[in-house]
Nanobody, 124 residues
Framework: QLKLVESGGAAVQPGGSLTLSCAASGFRLNLYSIAWFRQAPGKEREGIAC???????MHYTDSVKGRFSISRDNLNMVYVQMNTLKPEDTATYYCAAVVSHTDCHLKGEYYTYWGQGTQVTVSS
């Protein structure tokens, strides 16, 4: 069974940092483009970062550029390092995967597999 599991969500103060992890089971991530999405209560899902299967191309939405960094290892893990967190970063964060040998995208409809999400709360 193909499965993605996010972890690392927590409650932090503004200005703090978190690293979220996305682990795959049942398949190898090295052939997949991966993206991180988030959804806050009452808001639409937003793609925030993606990385190609090769790991040589990343894209970020404007609101996280310079603060978030997506990376992957050579096995089955993808990460997003989140720095200088703001209250508006509060959301449930999801990772998603699609088989791809080209570019990655920040639109949800592009992705096949989704995790269950991990909660990030930024509050003083």
């Amino acid at each position: 069974q193909l499965k993605l599991v996010e972890s690392g969500g927590a409650a932090v103060q503004p200005g703090g940092s978190l690293t979220l992890s996305c682990a795959a089971s049942g398949f190898r991530l090295n052939l997949y483009s991966i993206a991180w999405f988030r959804q806050a209560p009452g808001k639409e899902r937003e793609g925030i970062a993606c990385i190609t299967a090769s790991g040589d191309t990343m894209h970020y939405t404007d609101s996280v550029k310079g603060r978030f960094s997506i990376s992957r290892d050579n096995l089955n893990m993808v990460y997003v390092q989140m720095n200088t967190l703001k209250p508006e970063d509060t959301a449930t964060y999801y990772c998603a995967a699609v088989v791809s040998h080209t570019d990655c995208h920040l639109k949800g409809e592009y992705y096949t597999y989704w995790g269950q999400g991990t909660q990030v709360t930024v509050s003083s």
